[in-house]
């Protein structure tokens, strides 16, 4: 079930983020293979969330999905994506309210044919969700299940704003957890 970010989401990320360094926001616009964005705004047991990161990283390919294959890759990704709390406390209590997966390619505009070859540039995904987490007050970290169901990502650079104010860590396969209390 997808749902559209609502206009609060929006606002969280506007204000909690204004104070987020440079490095972050020119992190956003960067197309890396292996690489991705993850920003969450973290309020009482709930918890938004934006993940933005190259097509390639959970699918294998940037190009719209042609074979039943890949198209098949792409409805699992998106599946999972939606269903799955991005990032969950230790006891695994956080759950979607509200999930929407979006590809650069779901812009027809966005894409020009020429004899079958895509001349669209690098296609990303963004990941919204609403995460409900009871507990979650009590958490003094989260963790992210994003590498063990996507290899081909590599890294996460992780942003937060919080309660206990804000902050940054690099996730990798072998770190997924982070900190959000001091």
């Known amino acids: ?3 559209s970010a609502p206009l609060a989401f929006a606002g969280i990320f506007a204000l909690g983020f204004h104070c987020v360094p440079a490095l972050a926001q020119q992190n956003l616009q960067a197309h890396q293979h292996g690489r991705a964005e993850l920003q969450l705004a973290i309020a009482g047991e709930q918890i938004d969330l934006l993940l933005l990161t190259p097509a390639y990283n959970l699918v ?7 074979s039943t294959e890949q198209h098949q890759t792409v409805d699992s990704a998106t599946a ?13 209590q956080c759950a979607p309210m509200q999930s929407d997966v979006q590809t650069s390619w779901n812009d ?5 044919h020429d004899h079958g070859h895509d001349h669209a540039g690098h296609s990303d995904i963004e990941i919204t969700q ?3 987490c009871p507990g979650l007050t009590d958490a003094t970290e989260l963790e992210t299940g994003l590498f063990g169901r996507f290899p081909g990502l590599e890294q ?3 942003q937060w704003v919080g309660p206990n104010g804000q902050n940054a860590a690099r996730l990798t396969p072998g770190e997924h957890r982070f900190k959000i209390a001091r």
């Open 130 to 132: 609403r995460l409900h």
């Open 80 to 92: 999972w994506l939606e269903r799955t709390a991005l990032v969950n406390t230790d006891k695994q």
């Open 156 to 158: 996460l650079n992780t």
């Open 108 to 112: 027809e505009h966005t894409e020009h």
């Open 60 to 66: 294998g390919f940037e190009h719209p999905p042609r």
């Open 1 to 3: 079930m997808k749902f």
